[in-house]
């Protein structure tokens, strides 16, 4: 892994060996892998993103607007 490649802090969810790096992963254990890595081993379920830096490029959702209801006219007694 180089200095200039982006790396990802992901906790492990299951316990894991890969096959073609060698390494070995445990359940609950965090681990900074690079951007490919995470992919790869997100996409088989095995890890997800910890902390803030999944949620960190992702804006809020726009609030919806609520239309305005007319209100009742004021009947003459």
């Known amino acids: 892994m180089s200095d200039t490649e982006k790396t990802v802090r992901a906790t492990v ?6 096959a ?13 892998l690079t951007a490919g890595e995470f992919e790869n081993y997100r996409a088989a379920g095995l890890v997800e993103a910890t902390g803030k830096a999944d949620t960190a490029d992702t804006p809020k959702p726009a609030r919806a607007k609520r239309p305005r209801t007319p209100r009742a006219a004021k009947t003459a007694s």
């Not at 969810?13 to 890969?18: P, V």
């Not at 073609?20 to 900074?32: I, N, V, Y």
């Open 20 to 32: 073609g790096t060698e390494r070995k992963f445990a359940a609950g254990e965090t681990h900074d």
């Open 13 to 18: 969810k299951s316990d894991f060996n890969d």
